[in-house]
């Protein structure tokens, strides 16, 4: 199975930038997604596609992939932004997700 | 706008048949561009997805190894929903469950949007 790897935590001041990294072999030649999940509720979609924000995602959130890691950005991080977050890919017949990131706004 | 309700027991015993519905409405079961997820959420396992189904000419179903002897999707396109069941389930089956729509991308599965609302289950004698 296709292992994605995350840090288990970031932290960033408030306003400040940040991002959140997804290693997995050759990740750059698949299409990574991005979803953030606050407590007691299901994960959002927040990047599709690698750079891809739907509808309703600030432009603060954007994301990138190459290599061996995909990462998300995400700017002028606000305490609303506080959750986790998780990548995803489709690896042939099935779905690979990390092991998701939290990210606490200080 | 997409809307997803779950429904089924939140209790099942070992060695039973955890099953779940998953009701659509704002799009279609045998809808062309979708596929239809189940997921689940353990603290000790994270995010694992269980298995999918969907329409390109004909259903397709594919399902995660780690389930594939136990797990069955299946559409009813009469209801507009999906379920999952999972036999023979075990503590270790104890999570949150989510349905979800999936995208097909180029008659691809892809990205995955927007998940229920998640239903708790638990496996306990």
């Known amino acids: 199975s296709y292992e994605l790897t995350q840090p288990l935590s970031v932290s960033v001041a408030l306003g400040q930038t940040t991002t959140i990294t997804c290693a997995g072999n050759?990740?750059?030649?698949?299409?990574v997604h991005w979803y953030h999940q606050k407590p007691g509720q299901a994960p959002v979609l927040v990047i599709y596609r690698d750079i891809n924000r739907p509808s309703g995602i600030p432009e603060r959130f954007s994301g990138s992939n190459s290599g061996n890691t995909a990462t998300l950005t995400i700017s002028r991080a606000q305490v609303g932004d506080e959750a986790d977050y998780y990548c995803?890919?489709?690896?042939?017949?099935?779905?690979?997700f990390g092991g998701g990131t939290k990210l606490t706004v200080l | 706008q997409v809307q997803l309700q779950q429904s089924g027991p939140r209790l099942v015993r070992p060695s039973q048949t955890l099953s779940l519905t998953c009701v659509i409405s704002g799009d279609s079961v045998s809808g062309d561009s979708t596929a239809w997820n189940w997921i689940r959420q353990s603290p000790s396992r994270g995010l694992e997805w269980l298995g999918r189904t969907y329409y390109k000419s004909k259903w397709y179903n594919e399902y995660a190894v780690s389930v594939q002897s136990r797990i069955t999707i299946y559409p009813d396109t009469s209801k507009n929903q999906f379920s999952l069941q999972l036999n023979s389930v075990t503590p270790e089956d104890t999570a949150v469950y989510y349905c979800a729509r999936g995208a097909l991308w180029t008659g691809t599965p892809d990205w995955i949007d927007p998940w229920g609302q998640g239903t708790l289950v638990t496996v306990s004698s």
């Open positions: 050759n990740i750059g030649r698949k299409n």
């Open positions: 995803q890919v489709c690896d042939g017949s099935t779905v690979a």
